[in-house]
């Protein structure tokens, strides 16, 4: 009887130490050295994208969940550009890799949230982070992504009995934000630094955080000027445009906004110094940098370690978290009284997301009703 197929899979030559894909006869190189299984691993994903071909099946007992996660990555998600998706297909994918869509039943979801609960935090480092494990509010954006896969591929091909994903209870929202004093511990911790490059980015970050409520990823990809991978800082007219050109407005909504006043000589401050470098010793001017957030003229592409340093030098627990910027910019806004509409306009956020989380911060919150009480 003849042994059943591997599927295609990285296979590491001992002799040459170079990572191939192998997948039946197929032998290719992916030209990644035996310390590169990231790398190794990125073009079997590639490999795996150019062979896809999308399911054409609409019974649930037939079809199995990674091929609609495959289905929804490809087709779906990809158009979003989102790695939060990326990152929960692939957590779906390695449980529910051999079940079928009729597998999916209240039971299951369960076991996959008490599956993934049990599970470290991918990537940890730190001795403190390798104790933590997935929350469940992590486990339920998985399954609300699996969910969507689920729509995607049923308006492709209807299934005849479309499953539903049963979501664990919702964590409730955090009501943890900076005070006055701690962000101003936390900004002069960062000229304690020893790491004078990384110093310099995290202060960049949290002042940007704390006056314009931006999302972390969108502030680290902001450039001096248009792009097509992040927003860009317009000082001449003063408008801060969160979303690169040409991405397509999403959930995560990055509406464009005024530069806030007292931030905007920093930010000149910031572009001259990036765009007009002075002279090195030699003679030799070196290359401006177009990204506001940057390591050694390089796009930053993480901060943790900057921000960990930076949070143990402030004394501010493992509860702050680099969205506590977002989340301070506009409890800020709410304490000072400004309209709801206008902060929610603002800093890209539902009235409704709004109102829920940060309407009782607002000084005007129940005025009305609480002044009546007891009258007759």
Not at 34 to 54: M, Q, S, T, V
Not at 124 to 152: F, I
């Amino acid at each position: 009887m003849p042994r059943a197929a591997k599927g295609a899979r990285v296979w590491l030559d001992p002799t040459t130490e170079l990572w191939y894909i192998r997948d039946g006869s197929v032998k290719r190189g992916t030209g990644c050295r035996a310390a590169n299984r990231e790398g190794a691993d990125k073009a079997l994903a590639d490999y795996i994208a150019e062979k896809y071909e999308p399911v054409r099946d609409n019974r649930p007992d037939v079809v199995r969940v990674a091929d609609v996660l495959n289905f929804y990555g490809k087709t779906v998600a990809n158009q979003h550009l989102s790695n939060a998706a990326g990152y929960a297909i692939k957590a779906l994918t390695k449980w529910w890799k051999g079940r079928t869509v009729s597998e999916i039943r209240a039971s299951t979801c369960k076991e996959y949230v008490a599956y993934r609960t049990s599970q470290g935090i991918h990537g940890a480092k730190s001795e403190e982070a390798l104790k933590r494990t997935v929350k469940g509010g992590t486990a339920r954006r998985e399954l609300a992504v699996l969910q969507a896969a689920l729509n995607a591929y049923h308006k492709e091909t209807p299934f005849t009995a479309l499953p539903s994903v049963t979501l664990p209870r919702a964590s409730p929202p955090r009501t943890r934000f900076l005070s006055r004093a701690e962000a101003a511990r936390l900004l002069l911790a960062t000229r304690k630094m020893e790491d004078k490059e990384g110093a310099r980015g995290i202060r960049r970050f949290v002042l940007i955080g704390l006056y314009t409520g931006t999302r972390s990823g969108a502030i680290r990809d902001l450039g001096w000027m248009p792009n097509v991978t992040g927003g860009w800082i317009d000082l001449d007219r003063g408008i801060f445009h969160r979303r690169p050109e040409g991405e397509v407005e999403t959930k995560k909504r990055k509406p464009s906004s005024r530069i806030p006043d007292r931030l905007a000589d920093t930010l000149r401050r910031w572009r001259d110094a990036d765009m007009n470098p002075p002279a090195r010793e030699d003679g030799t001017t070196p290359a401006p940098i177009p990204f506001v957030i940057h390591y050694r003229g390089v796009r930053a592409q993480s901060q943790r370690k900057s921000w960990v340093e930076a949070c143990r030098i402030a004394k501010l627990d493992g509860t702050v978290t680099p969205h506590i910027l977002r989340h301070t910019a506009v409890t800020w806004m709410m304490l000072a009284g400004n309209d709801p509409y206008d902060v929610s306009s603002y800093v890209g956020m539902s009235v409704k997301m709004l109102d829920e989380v940060y309407g009782h911060h607002h000084p005007d919150h129940q005025k009305a009703i609480a002044s009546k009480i007891g009258r007759r």
